[in-house]
C-alpha cells in the first residue's frame, strides 16, 4: 500500500502492551510495512528503534535511533522495522525540507555522484559493522562463560564421526 505523505495514518496512541511513539513522531509496529512517495522534499529521522529502509532505486539502508535521511518527492520507499534479537517498535519523524540551491556545475554533480554518496554509504556500513562487531563480542563472550562453567560444554553440540 503506498500513500503520500501528508496522508500517513498510523497510530499514535499507547496501545496495551505497547509504549506510545515520542511527540511529534509517527509508529510502526514490528511485523508491519509502510510503503510511502513523499509530495515534498523531506527528512527521515528515526526517533526510536531501528529501520530498514529501500528506496525505489534499490538502494537499502538501516537506520538507527538518532539517523536522518533526506528523501526527495515522488521516490517511493518502504519502511519496515528491523527484525533483530531486541527489536522494538520504530518511532520517526517527518519534516519538510526546503530544496538546495541547483548546482549545475558538473564537478559538483560528479563529487556528489563519484565520492560524497560513496563516502555516507560507508559510513553507514562502518557503523553496522561496529555494531554487528560489538554483537559477536558479546556473544563470543557469553558462550565462552557459559563453557568455562562446570557443565557447560554440553551446550555446543558434539560431532562424533562414523
Do not use: N
Not at 56 to 73: M, Q, S, T
Not at 96 to 104: E, L
Not at 145 to 159: E, I, K, N, S, Y
Request: net charge positive; charged share 20%.
Amino acid at each position: 500500500m503506498s500513500y503520500p505523505m501528508d496522508s500517513v495514518l498510523l497510530p499514535r496512541s499507547k496501545d496495551a502492551g505497547t509504549s506510545p511513539a515520542p511527540a511529534g513522531c509517527w509508529r510502526l509496529r514490528l511485523g508491519q510495512a509502510l510503503s510511502l512517495r513523499p509530495q515534498d522534499r523531506g527528512v527521515l529521522r528515526v526517533a526510536r528503534g531501528r529501520v530498514w529502509l529501500t528506496r525505489g532505486d534499490g538502494y537499502d539502508h538501516v537506520l538507527a535511533a538518532g539517523d536522518a535521511i533526506v528523501l526527495e518527492p515522488g521516490h517511493a520507499v518502504v519502511l519496515e522495522p528491523w527484525l533483530a534479537p531486541g527489536a522494538q517498535d520504530v518511532a520517526f519523524s517527518w519534516d519538510g525540507v526546503a530544496a538546495p540551491r541547483a548546482c549545475a556545475t558538473p564537478a559538483a554533480m560528479d563529487w556528489e555522484r563519484s565520492v560524497a554518496r560513496p563516502l555516507w554509504d560507508l559510513g553507514q556500513a562502518l557503523g553496522a559493522a561496529a555494531r554487528a562487531t560489538g554483537q559477536l563480542a558479546r556473544g563470543l563472550a557469553r558462550w565462552a562463560l557459559h563453557r568455562a562453567l562446570p557443565g557447560g560444554a554440553h551446550a555446543v553440540p558434539q560431532c562424533r564421526g562414523g
